[in-house]
């Protein structure tokens, strides 16, 4: 990877990268507060996926495949994990916070490679589900 980029204008000069690895880029755009576990959250204070959303984006240079090279916004929660845990996510995976905050992006809050119904289940189980027809908590 380059460590220099194009500069924004007209002018041909080299910038430095902002951020020499993906670990130092998520630390850079989060904030470290207390949580419900042992461990503190990992608050992202980068963008936000789409509006009205409480949920983290990044976007990612795609490294393999017939799309490599091109960029693409991703859950930053899902690189956080990717990235620290060093494991490769399943396109469809669920990836849970134990810590029910969806912005935290610590790897030790989260679990990889779930599924829809275990994630459904942790989220009635922890009081968090909405009922279709109120709207309300169950």
């Given at each position: 990877p380059s460590t220099a980029r194009p500069c924004c204008c007209r002018c041909n000069a080299v910038m430095p990268a902002p951020y020499r690895n993906m670990e130092e880029r998520l630390f850079a755009n989060s904030v470290v507060v207390p949580g419900p576990l042992d461990t503190p959250c990992w608050i992202w204070t980068g963008r936000r996926a789409g509006e009205g959303k409480n949920q983290g984006a990044i976007n990612v240079r795609i490294k393999r495949g017939p799309n490599k090279g091109k960029v693409r916004s991703k859950a930053v929660h899902r690189?956080?994990?990717?990235?620290?845990?060093?494991v490769r996510l399943k396109r469809h995976s669920i990836t849970r916070h134990r810590c029910h905050n969806t912005l935290c992006i610590?790897?030790?809050h989260m679990i990889g490679n779930s599924t829809s119904k275990a994630n459904n289940r942790d989220t009635v189980k922890s009081g968090r589900h909405r009922n279709q027809h109120t709207k309300e908590k169950s």
């Open positions: 690189v956080s994990y990717e990235t620290f845990k060093g610590n790897p030790d």
